[in-house]
């Protein structure tokens, strides 16, 4: 591939990497093809990153970092308190670059700009949370003070569902405490990244200290291996999360990295049913499903799934699926190959004894006949041991799982290799408390479908949904892009003379 790169206009033909504070277009001739997924079409390819290109964005991060972490505190807030300016004024921009390649509408791609944007927010306020902390005359006339220093370059990898959100939610706060950054973001829908590069050059970030390498395993590689390189965040699958976690840590760096989910929604019989339909429809169907948040079963507990199933299904026939330009609903799926993936779920779903209530395959979008589309899917008495219910579908297919009680719902979620997040629905208060102590998930929603936690907490899950101990964002954030320092302090008087070689003691 030898087009010209550039950034991020309509008509670029290729995506190119972003080092140094500026469009960068790589040495390597490999690229890959970047969908329109609500006309099937190639809109512009991507540049895949040689280990050679990563050398150069690491090379940039490093050389920026002993400025950048000189900089004052107030100097670097005041970059994101600009950015968040420019983010906040031309929200729209970003998310019609969303929705063009990633396919989610416009509503919700809006909704992506507003969680991330929040982030930025947390990340303007850090200031407060890099205040150590000190204790005087631990000994006499001794002071001990805890400091927290950036670590230095950081890499960020992501996913393709969340393209602007999840890198948000780590470069604000590692580039508000000194680090600098490589992003690799998704090769589906890499123009996001460049904007935000752009608008954090606008802002009067210095050069370097925010850098995007496009690609994909041959990029990931070189960061995860690269000494220059101090940690990495990841998003993304199971199977990647894990490896990415045990390459990562092996060359000695610290990890926090995210993984896939199976999100599950507990309905109790004294649910309002109404509510708890519209609930499983938004966190089911929202996103195609493509949402590591999204719920994909549905545990009522009988007497009550017959009534909750009909409410759902007839939810289903109002929702508009189709281009997300054209105020739909519900928009395409990522690529034609994850679609075909998601829709064989329903065959093998049916086969293995399930009930299909809604067919996704049937619907008639409002859109592009070559469309990566799939409607709402809704399956009935799903068991644990079938695909549908052990596999993430990252697709709008909602499994129906009918228990006897809440005991038996909870052994479900417990049982399940994923802890995400989860969601209890009921008015029963003692039940709900239970639910939030009882339940081995990262992320609980009480009447809450989503409940994704807002940027001054921290996100999240437990079990194969996350490897290392540190969650995104909030505080958890401000501790993995800093690490401590303890400095004890002698101001020496004459009374201090005298040779000791005992070990110190406090006096
Ligand atoms: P993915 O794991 O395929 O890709 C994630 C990133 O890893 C991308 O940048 C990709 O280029 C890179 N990658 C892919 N395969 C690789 C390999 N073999 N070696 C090295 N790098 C590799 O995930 P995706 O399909 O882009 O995103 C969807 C997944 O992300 C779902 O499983 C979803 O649950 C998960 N996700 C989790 C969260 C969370 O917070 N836990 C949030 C969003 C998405």
New binding site residues.
């Given amino acids: 591939m030898t087009t010209a790169p550039t950034t991020t206009s309509p008509t670029t033909a290729t995506v190119a990497h972003w080092v140094d504070g500026r469009p960068y277009p790589g040495t390597s001739t490999r690229s890959g093809e970047v969908f329109d997924p609500a006309t099937g079409e190639v809109a512009r390819r991507v540049a895949h990153a040689s280990a050679d290109d990563v050398e150069a964005a690491v090379a940039s991060a490093r050389a920026a970092f002993p400025a950048w972490r000189a900089a004052s505190l107030a100097r670097r807030t005041q970059v994101l308190f600009a950015f968040r300016e420019l983010l906040a004024a031309r929200r729209e921009e970003l998310a019609a670059i969303l929705t063009a390649e990633h396919g989610k509408v416009l509503s919700d791609a809006l909704g992506e700009v507003a969680r991330g944007l929040e982030v930025v927010e947390f990340a303007c306020g850090i200031a407060h949370l890099l205040k150590g902390s000190t204790s005087e005359n631990v000994s006499t006339g001794v002071d001990v003070s805890s400091v927290r220093q950036p670590l230095g370059p950081v890499a960020i990898?992501?996913?393709?569902?969340?393209p602007a959100m999840?890198p948000m939610?780590f470069f604000p706060i590692a580039i508000a405490a000194g680090n600098t950054v490589v992003l690799?973001?998704?090769?589906?829908d890499p123009s996001a990244s460049l904007w935000m590069a752009e608008r954090l050059a606008e802002a009067g970030l210095p050069a370097g200290v925010f850098n995007v390498v496009q690609?994909?395993?041959t990029?990931?590689?070189a960061l995860?291996t690269h000494p220059d390189i101090k940690a990495v965040s990841?998003?993304?699958?199971?199977?990647?999360?894990r490896?990415?976690y045990e390459t990562a840590t092996s060359h000695g760096k610290r990890v926090q990295a995210?993984?896939?989910?199976k999100n599950h929604m507990v309905v109790l019989p004294d649910a309002d049913l109404d509510l708890a339909a519209d609930a499983a429809v938004n966190a089911g169907y929202g996103s195609a499903g493509?949402?590591?948040?999204a719920i994909s079963a549905l545990v009522v507990v009988e007497p009550v799934a017959d009534e909750l199933v009909a409410k759902i299904a007839e939810r289903t026939g109002s929702l508009r699926v189709g281009d997300g330009r054209r105020g739909c609903d519900m928009g395409p799926l990522?690529t034609r190959a994850?679609r075909d993936r998601v829709a064989g779920y329903i065959d093998a779903g049916r086969e293995a004894g399930a009930e299909v209530v809604v067919d996704g395959r049937g619907v008639e979008p409002d859109g592009a006949a070559e469309g990566f589309w799939l409607g709402p899917t809704l399956l009935d008495r799903v068991t644990p041991g079938m695909s549908v219910y052990t596999d993430?579908i990252?697709g709008p297919v909602l499994s129906v799982v009918r228990v006897g009680s809440y005991e038996e719902a909870l052994e479900i979620i417990n049982a399940n290799p994923y802890g995400?997040g989860t969601a209890i629905f009921t008015n029963d208060g003692g039940a709900a408390r239970r639910f939030g102590s009882e339940v081995e998930v990262g992320m609980v929603g009480i009447n809450v479908p989503i409940p994704v936690p807002v940027g001054y907490h921290s996100?999240?899950?437990w079990k194969n949904?996350?490897f290392g101990d540190t969650h995104?964002y909030g505080p958890d954030g401000v501790h993995f892009f800093t690490r401590t320092k303890a400095i004890t302090t002698r101001w020496l008087d004459p009374s201090h003379g005298g040779i000791n070689l005992g070990f110190p003691q406090h006096s």
């Fill in positions: 990898i992501s996913p393709f569902n969340f999840v939610w690799k973001p998704s090769e589906k690609g994909e395993k990029a990931v590689d995860l990841f998003v993304g699958s199971t199977p990647v999360a490896y990415v995210l993984g896939g989910a493509e949402r590591c948040m990522i994850h993430e990252f995400n996100f999240g899950g949904s996350l995104a």
